[in-house]
């Protein structure tokens, strides 16, 4: 289909401007919402936490746009019984959130464990057991003990596998009777490409762009597999839950008929997904990755493969956005990964038209129709897995001129959840085994790079009147949704 056609009629997409209702998913399909420990906690220097990679990054002028940091961010420490009101009054079934690491072992090495952060995250499953509410529960979250990067280089040392499996079976061991639903890397893509590629992300490192990329990527796979490996063998059975891995795939559609495009797209999506699902179903990276980092991507040996066949019981996606991949030889993207994809990646063309209406964030475009092909790509590359749409979502910029009330009605974010659902409804009727959808995110918060100017929440968050919560019209349309009351009437006609 020619590019033009895919979304001229009308803002957003095609097929998903009609309505969509609860009942176009099956009956135990989860509807959740999403947020991160540093991004949402605060109390950075409170209840015995250790510092984190975040804390140190931020102080690094220049790094965070508003130089702001995650000291105090939306205080969910404090308030998390108001917050897990709010996801109860609003008819969610689950809340995905993050353990600290270095609330847990404030130097991350596994011998000192603080109470009170054990404590802490036991108050938060517990309250949201008591309101109905399933803990989905990610261990990495990018916030790394700053002591583990400090004295071993973090996640440069194969020793940090080790760290990390000792980390997650106390996670495990003390938490795992409640929570039934663990992932233990969120986006290692991130982490490997922001954090050490184009030094954006904590810990900020550029100075070998080539190659730590590809080694922070496969310890963090190696640490995956430990861990899975740690829960199967010891608390699976007994505490009979399922654990995962959250990888980040904005979809990529070639923008022409040409085969060199259409390769060029498919080499993306293998840097994107294949780099950490190819492992786990077909024993190495992609060829094509093979191909083009030769001897700077790192070598399973025969026992890692072992541990990371089938190491997931269900593959997490983030997805916010989708792209038009061009061949390029000399990409005019920056950087060495992206070079080594040889591709260009197409939001806008000379004539002004767009892949979709454009969010705050630079890179988010509404495409509705990328979220069901995403979908259906996983379901047939990789054996039809059970997936959870872990993340997705769009933000509107921070502007305190308009009045709140203007603030809170947020029409493009109700489209967004409407048009995505639609297509995620027809990617489970076209066959994708696909089992919950969380939304990013509950509320405002720390946008990493982007500090407090990026707002992604359902729930406003007023950081000049003491961090008070509103829910937005995207919240209300979700309650409605949940309950029933949207989209039956319209449908029917
Ligand atoms: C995710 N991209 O990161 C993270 O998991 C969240 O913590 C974050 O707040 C959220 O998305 C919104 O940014 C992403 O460049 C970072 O495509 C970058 C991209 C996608 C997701």
Not at 44 to 52: D, F, K, L
Not at 218 to 233: D, E, T
Not at 234 to 250: A, N, R
Not at 275 to 291: F, K, Q, S
Request: aromatic content about 14%.
């Amino acid at each position: 289909m020619a590019k033009k056609e895919m979304f001229e009629d009308g803002d957003v997409g095609q097929a998903s401007a009609g309505a969509v209702s609860r009942t176009d998913f099956p009956p135990n399909f989860v509807f959740g919402v999403a947020t991160s420990a540093y991004q949402v906690e605060g109390a950075a220097s409170e209840g015995g936490r250790g510092p984190s990679i975040w804390d140190a990054f931020c102080r690094n002028k220049g790094k965070i746009v508003d130089e702001s940091d995650g000291e105090v961010a939306v205080d969910q420490y404090h308030r998390y019984k108001e917050d897990i009101d709010l996801i109860a009054k609003l008819g969610f079934d689950a809340y995905r959130f993050s353990i600290s690491w270095s609330r847990i072992f404030p130097d991350g090495l596994g011998a000192n464990l603080n109470d009170e952060g054990i404590t802490y995250y036991n108050n938060l499953i517990n309250t949201l057991l008591e309101k109905g509410i399933q803990p989905y529960v990610t261990l990495y979250h990018w916030d790394l003990p700053q002591h583990l990067h400090d004295s071993m280089g973090g996640w440069l040392n194969k020793q940090i596998v080790e760290y990390f499996g000792t980390y997650a079976e106390t996670c495990f061991a003390n938490f795992g009777d409640r929570v039934k639903n663990w992932v233990t890397f969120n986006e290692p893509l991130q982490t490997a490409v922001n954090g050490y590629c184009y030094g954006i992300f904590a810990p900020g490192r550029s100075e070998n762009p080539s190659t730590e990329p590809y080694l922070v990527a496969h310890h963090q796979l190696l640490a995956h597999a430990a861990a899975v490996s740690i829960y199967r063998k010891k608390y699976k059975d007994k505490q009979g839950g399922q654990i995962g891995l959250v990888l980040d795939c904005e979809w990529a559609e070639a923008n022409s008929d040409k085969l060199e495009d259409k390769v060029a797209a498919a080499r993306r999506l293998d840097f994107q997904l294949g780099w950490y699902l190819h492992p786990i179903y077909y024993g190495d990276y992609p060829e094509v990755m093979r191909e083009r980092l030769g001897d700077q991507l790192p070598k399973f040996s025969d026992e890692e493969i072992e541990m990371l066949r089938n190491s997931v019981d269900f593959v997490g996606l983030n997805h916010y956005t989708s792209r038009f991949i061009a061949h390029a030889e000399d990409s005019p993207e920056e950087g060495h990964f992206y070079k080594a994809q040889m591709m260009a990646r197409i939001a806008q063309w000379e004539g002004g038209e767009s892949i979709g209406k454009k969010a705050a964030s630079e890179w988010l475009y509404v495409v509705p129709w990328g979220i069901r092909k995403a979908l259906n790509y996983i379901a047939h590359r990789y054996q039809n897995p059970p997936i959870y749409i872990t993340e997705s979502g769009m933000d509107d910029e921070e502007n305190d001129t308009p009045p709140i009330h203007e603030m809170l009605d947020d029409k493009l974010r109700v489209t967004y959840f409407k048009s995505y659902l639609a297509e995620v409804a027809q990617a489970i009727e076209d066959g994708a085994d696909v089992r919950g959808y969380f939304a990013w995110s509950l509320l405002d918060n720390f946008e990493w790079a982007q500090g407090y100017t990026k707002r992604f929440g359902l729930i406003y968050v007023d950081y000049k009147n003491g961090l008070s919560r509103h829910p937005k019209s995207s919240a209300y349309w979700f309650l409605r949704f949940l309950k029933g009351d949207e989209g039956e009437h319209s449908k029917k006609e």
